[in-house]
């Protein structure tokens, strides 16, 4: 059974820094595309930042320069570092795991709040 266990959110001044870590279980996780998305109160998720098992990413425009997503294969894990946070990145930030033959597996969410 697939695991996605989401930490690391919290309260944050803007200009400050988070790290967020999704630690993967029950699935081969170096053949997957990871990801971290974010829903906001009264918003759709969005895409905030991907992987692929080869290291390749993809970034939203709204946090490109400030975040960077990263992966470590023998911990099964990735890892969002948000850098120069602003209070349009409260949200909740969900990690989603995609393997090749189109399964997509979501973790519980994790909440991230900047205040002004």
């Known amino acids: 059974q697939v695991q996605l266990v989401e930490s690391g959110g919290g309260l944050v001044q803007a200009g400050g820094s988070l790290r967020l870590s999704c630690a993967a279980s029950g699935s081969i996780f170096s053949i997957n595309t990871m990801g971290w998305y974010r829903q906001a109160p009264g918003k759709q998720r969005e895409l905030v930042a991907t992987i692929i098992y080869g290291g390749s990413t993809n970034y939203a425009d709204s946090v490109k320069g400030r975040f960077t997503i990263s992966r470590d294969n023998a911990k099964s894990t990735v890892y969002l570092q948000m850098n120069s946070l602003k209070p349009e990145d409260t949200a909740v930030y969900y990690c989603?795991?995609?393997?090749?033959?189109?399964?997509?597996?979501w973790g519980q969410g994790t909440q991230v709040t900047v205040s002004a």
């Open positions: 989603l795991q995609q393997t090749p033959w189109g399964n997509d597996y």
